[in-house]
């Protein structure tokens, strides 16, 4: 029998999450609160409650190409940078394409989730900070003290990646090279006048003004 997986929300995330459970041959249940797909892109004139909402004219400032679910691109004919109306028919066309709607229970809220240690837990993946202090300060430091990032469920248990300690030891820099401001060389300008050009037409300029009066 199918493992059965509960998926929260029907946005973006939700419906590939759903696609990709099936792709798994996993049984996927998606619980989504409000009556529709589409998360914050499915813009209503009265707001929802608790729904995040995009406002009437917000456009995506992501391209379609990197916008799109990576199997599934977004027509060509709809513009690189389009209006949230065009994303929901992505999103519909989608859902429509891989016959996601009958997996999706509308209107059913779930509770909150404490937090993602919970599930780590569970999953056997949850870094085990006292283990850490005693054999890598450096890191334990990190994970108890630093952003919390996906990296840190990667350090052990079903998935563990030999790359996660680099990681979680250099995000920091990552985060702060693409901000660092560039060293520009400042070059002469083409157009700028040669100081004794300007010195000159000053002089000249003067003269005209005392020769006149
Ligand atoms: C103004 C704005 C502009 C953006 N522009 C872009 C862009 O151009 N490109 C881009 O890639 N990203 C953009 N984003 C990021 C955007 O968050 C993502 O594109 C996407 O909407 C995230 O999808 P999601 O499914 O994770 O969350 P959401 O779209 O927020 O969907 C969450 C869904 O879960 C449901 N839900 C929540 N809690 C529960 C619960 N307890 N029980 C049941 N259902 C629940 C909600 O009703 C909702 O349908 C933008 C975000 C904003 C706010």
């Known amino acids: 029998m199918?493992?059965?997986?509960?998926?929260?929300g029907g946005g973006s995330s939700g419906l590939c999450a759903i696609k990709a459970c099936l792709?798994?041959?996993?049984?996927?249940?998606?619980?989504?609160?409000s009556r529709d797909i589409g998360g914050l892109w499915r813009f209503e004139e009265n707001p929802e409650d608790g729904r995040a909402s995009i406002y009437r004219s917000v456009i995506i400032n992501t391209?379609?190409?990197?916008?799109?679910?990576?199997?599934?691109?977004?027509?060509e004919?709809?513009?690189?940078?389009?209006?949230?109306?065009?994303?929901?028919?992505?999103?519909?066309?989608y859902a429509?394409?891989?016959d996601l709607l009958r997996h999706i229970r509308f209107r059913t809220s779930v509770d909150y989730i404490p937090y993602m240690d919970e599930?780590?837990?569970?999953?056997?993946?949850?870094?085990?900070?006292?283990?850490?202090?005693?054999t890598d300060p450096r890191l334990a430091l990190e994970v108890a003290f630093g952003p919390c990032t996906p990296y840190q469920y990667r350090l052990r248990g079903p998935g563990a990646w030999a790359g996660a300690r680099e990681a979680i030891l250099t995000q920091q820099q990552r985060i702060i090279k693409p901000l660092q401001t560039r060293h520009v060389e400042e070059r002469p300008s083409a157009l700028a006048v040669p100081?004794?050009?300007?010195?000159?037409?000053?002089v000249a300029i003067l003269a005209a003004v005392f020769a006149y009066f």
């Open 63 to 75: 391209s379609k190409e990197m916008m799109c679910f990576s199997d599934f691109p977004i027509p």
């Open 77 to 93: 004919d709809f513009p690189n940078y389009m209006h949230n109306s065009k994303i929901m028919e992505y999103f519909r066309m």
């Open 2 to 8: 199918a493992k059965r997986v509960a998926i929260i």
């Open 23 to 33: 792709q798994e041959g996993l049984e996927p249940v998606c619980f989504e609160r």
């Open 96 to 98: 429509q394409h891989f």
């Open 119 to 134: 599930l780590a837990c569970q999953l056997g993946v949850k870094p085990n900070l006292l283990t850490l202090f005693l």
């Open 195 to 202: 100081l004794i050009f300007k010195v000159v037409g000053a």
